[in-house]
């Protein structure tokens, strides 16, 4: 079983900081580097950010889990996180776990990025 591990790059479009994952969001390093992103993110006052999830081929309950405390830390921050281009995998596990209503998801980037305005 080839395990790859999440990576993470992010890029502004306006005051929209689209962070693009790539790999497994699962129970530690995968885990911990969604938490620190989106806390460097929010250090720097980037508080709109939109998390792309088009390369994220596995998430686990951590995953998920991670992606719940990011939405609430950002939105203590007077922010919004949304998301972006869900897999069928992701998408199925949102909507077994009753969060595909927490999350506002989107499948057009500029779309997404111009909710926020």
Do not use: P, W
Request: charged share 25%; proline share 0%.
């Amino acid at each position: 079983m080839c395990a790859m591990s999440l990576h993470a790059t992010y890029r502004d479009s306006g005051d929209v900081t689209v962070v693009d994952l790539g790999g497994r969001i699962v129970l530690g390093d995968g885990s911990a580097l969604l938490r620190t992103t989106v806390r460097q993110l929010l250090d720097d006052n980037r508080i709109k950010i939109l998390i792309n999830l088009a390369d994220v081929n596995y998430i686990d309950s951590s995953g998920i889990g991670e992606l719940v405390h990011a939405y609430t830390s950002v939105k203590t921050r007077g922010g919004e996180l949304k998301l972006l281009h869900l897999t069928k995998k992701v998408r199925d596990l949102l909507q077994i776990t009753k969060l595909y209503t927490v999350f506002e998801v989107h499948s057009d980037e500029a779309a997404a990025i111009h909710s926020f305005q």
